[in-house]
């Protein structure tokens, strides 16, 4: 075990996108993740994604580096083995919809009586509280909520959602930071406490401090595909052979930009001269610079206006099949490859945060259904054969 969470075990009840990357975070960074599924049936995200040989590669990569178990927590079979791991944990993720784990009476209250040290996340769509707290979400509900849809997509389409499942993983990645904080905080006081994180409310303070400009100035934000409110040209660009962005931040990039497609004088044009000209006239500008791209290839456009020309913040607009090679994606271990039994060598995303003196690791991916319930229950909590058999065979595990 390596990372700066190693010695950090954490109970994990989470399903589908948004949990189980909160989970892999605190797994890539050292925690001992136990990840609880359903007997059977398992977590949902093992279903509806490409496959391989039968092996759900989605779930593969996105619940690596956890221990896999089977454990019906309804059952009272299945809540005493939970609070006996509880016991023996740091943190417990879920995200089941607000106030289900009460329902089920292993809520935090409940838990918290077998650990007071016990860091419970909960993970929701709307969160514990508030009026919008009982209803049920997924990504795009969240984007929606959130106000993330409303700033994304062109002014004469609808509101689009963004790339992927990126409300999950927004929504993850604050449930890992909540986690850690917790953790820092228990480090100083001794007890762990019970964490609200919702998924609108992690999307809505990621979106740009419209909340802030809308109500101080009555400004709605507008939406402008790729373009920016305030400066231009920002854009993407049809080149011959794919797709280029260019954003250009300030007079002087513009200028040097207008000299690399051999138009200097428009570096001086008064229609042009400062950011709020330019905006004023940013259709005609961006026009200029879209049939300058379009007569070239993405690596001619490249050479004149990248690092090794007129080094104007510019890049390829780059594809799956692209990044998994790319010279710069590998060197910082990006795509890192991981052994499977069944499929050999699978790439699968690196750890986005390096760490000089105690880095994190990827060492296997997403467990087979259970695979962990022996080392588990066994090791952990002492249970023999018999007992697993007979836990089995009651639909416990």
């Avoid at 075990?9 to 399903?15: A, N, S």
């Avoid at 040097?256 to 400062?274: C, T, W, Y």
């Avoid at 991981?338 to 750890?351: K, M």
């Amino acid at each position: 075990m390596s990372g700066p969470l190693q010695g950090i075990r954490v109970i994990d009840l989470t399903r589908v996108v948004a949990g189980p990357y909160a989970t892999m975070l605190l797994a890539d960074l050292g925690a001992e993740v136990i990840k609880i599924e359903l007997p059977v049936k398992g977590d949902d995200g093992r279903y509806g994604y490409p496959e391989v040989s039968g092996v759900p590669l989605a779930f593969a990569a996105l619940n690596r580096n956890k221990k896999g178990i089977t454990l019906d927590i309804r059952t009272e079979a299945g809540k005493q083995l939970l609070t006996r791991l509880v016991a023996k944990a740091d943190v417990l993720v879920e995200n089941f919809s607000a106030g289900t784990m009460d329902k089920w009476g292993v809520g935090y209250r409940d838990l918290k009586a077998y650990n007071e040290r016990l860091v419970y996340v909960a993970l929701s769509g709307f969160g514990q509280t508030g009026p919008y707290s009982q209803r049920t979400s997924y990504d795009i509900i969240a984007q929606a909520m959130g106000g993330l849809m409303g700033l994304t997509g062109f002014a004469d389409g609808p509101p689009i959602r963004g790339g992927g499942a990126l409300g999950d993983f927004i929504g993850g990645l604050f449930t890992a930071f909540a986690a850690v904080c917790a953790l820092r905080y228990r480090d100083h006081v001794g007890t762990g406490q019970f964490v609200d994180v919702s998924n609108m409310d992690a999307i809505l303070s990621m979106t740009d401090n419209w909340i802030t400009l809308t109500a101080m100035t009555g400004q709605r934000p507008p939406r402008l595909g790729n373009r920016h409110p305030f400066t231009a040209p920002y854009d993407c660009f049809r080149a011959r052979d794919g797709w280029v962005v260019i954003g250009v931040g300030n007079s002087a990039l513009f200028r040097n930009l207008m000299a690399a497609i051999g138009q200097p004088e428009l570096g001086r044009d008064v229609r042009f001269k400062s950011p709020q000209a330019r905006l004023r006239n940013s259709e005609e500008i961006h026009a200029i610079v879209q049939e300058w791209v379009a007569q070239r290839s993405v690596d001619e456009v490249m050479r004149v206006l990248g690092p090794d020309g007129a080094n104007i913040p510019c890049a390829p607009v780059m594809e799956m099949q692209q990044l998994v090679n790319d010279p710069h994606v590998r060197a910082r271990e990006m795509v890192v490859e991981v052994p499977h039994q069944q499929l050999g060598q699978v790439p699968v995303t690196g750890i986005p945060v390096k760490f000089s003196e105690s880095p994190g690791a990827i060492r296997w991916l997403g467990p087979t259904l259970g695979q962990h319930n022996r080392e588990v229950y066994g090791e952990l909590l002492g249970l023999s054969d018999e007992d697993l058999d007979r836990l089995r065979q009651d639909g416990v595990i």
